[in-house]
């Protein structure tokens, strides 16, 4: 009778090989993971993860939805895309004193007696959320959605640049974006009216108020942002480069090294009325085109940009050429896709020089 075969286990392993693996590239692979939420879960595996989890220089913030003043949990209150809150005026007052109440999950970590990484953040602020990570260069927060509403069909996006104030903002609008329209089409804009002006059209039907409210409904929503970081630059010097978005694309604020540094060396110049940092006067430059063909078979109509900076930097006709070309580049390189094709074609178009008072 042949002898049955024996399965014999393995040795026992004195030590776990995963903590052979040095801290350093637990850091690394940490710094992949980048989402705040994810992070606080990861937090939780071990004594060792939640030692480095507070170490990760990238993090990356999404915010899902605010909450009232008085508490109201009511989804159709608290969501940023429902119809009565983007009008305009509420949706900014909503920013401005409820962006600091943001949730998150509730993230517990079982190694420290039940003790959150992540405190519930229904009662706590982005700001005091990131006072656990003591390292963090690169971060980037999400907003539910664009700050602005417009109507359907219309594009409104943004970018800007600040450091203690206001550096740059491109502005990039179209009062109707759709597929191209073919040739005979009755909404195809007349070739005669596109001589490279704007037509006397734009002035009396509206266009020119249009846009003045989309400039100052950007610049509103940007200065708002900024004022909204400063505790979170406070807290965290180790920072080189922070970017506040949306879900929607609609508004990007970033701030780099330098920018950094002059927001915590410069005093903030806040608004008189409201929760936002003052925008300074500026030079506007606009440029137009009843219509733009655009890559990916897209088609603007009554395209507008609009390139803000503070006056005196530049952004005057007396401008340098090393600056005109930093300018152009910001302008050119601030959206993506084929926006970025737009915002290509209507530099090249005739500029029109406007001044704003700072407010």
């Not at 701030?255 to 950094?260: N, P």
Request: charged share 20%; with cysteine; aromatic share 6%.
């Amino acid at each position: 009778m042949q002898s049955k075969s024996r399965i014999h286990a393995d040795p026992p392993l004195d030590q776990d090989q995963f903590d052979q693996i040095p801290d350093s590239l637990v850091l690394l692979i940490l710094n992949k993971v980048t989402d705040v939420r994810v992070l606080g879960r990861c937090s939780a595996v071990s004594k060792r993860f939640n030692a480095l989890v507070p170490l990760v220089h990238d993090v990356y913030m999404k915010i899902d939805r605010v909450v009232t003043v008085d508490g109201d949990a009511s989804d159709e209150s608290l969501n940023f895309s429902s119809p009565k809150v983007r009008n305009l005026f509420s949706h900014l007052l909503k920013l401005v004193l409820l962006t600091i109440f943001k949730p998150f999950n509730h993230l517990r970590n079982p190694v420290n007696g039940n003790k959150p990484l992540l405190p519930q953040l229904s009662h706590h602020s982005p700001s005091q959320v990131l006072k656990n990570f003591s390292h963090v260069r690169n971060l980037l927060i999400e907003l539910p959605a664009g700050d602005v509403g417009t109507e359907e069909g219309v594009l409104l996006k943004w970018r800007a640049e600040f450091g203690s104030t206001l550096q740059n903002c491109v502005i990039l609008g179209g009062t109707r974006i759709d597929r191209k329209l073919k040739q005979g089409d009755q909404d195809q804009p007349p070739s005669s009216e596109d001589n490279g002006s704007i037509p006397e059209s734009f002035y009396t039907n509206g266009g020119l108020k249009l846009r003045v409210v989309w400039t100052i409904s950007s610049l509103i929503a940007a200065s708002t942002r900024h004022y909204l970081l400063q505790p979170i630059i406070k807290d965290h010097p180790t920072l080189t480069s922070l970017v506040l978005t949306d879900a929607d694309g609609q508004g990007t604020l970033s701030m780099g090294m330098e920018q950094l540094r002059e927001f915590r060396e410069k005093p903030l110049a806040a608004a008189a009325s409201a929760n936002r940092t003052q925008v300074p006067a500026s030079n506007m430059k606009l440029r137009y085109a009843p219509y733009l063909e655009l890559p990916e078979g897209m088609g603007m109509q009554g395209a507008t940009l609009v390139a803000i900076r503070p006056s005196g930097e530049g952004s005057s006709g007396g401008s340098t050429g090393s600056s005109r070309k930093e300018a152009d580049a910001f302008l050119t390189s601030a959206f993506d896709g084929p926006f970025r094709a737009a915002a290509k074609l209507l530099v090249k178009r005739r500029t029109y020089l406007l001044e704003m008072n700072g407010f």
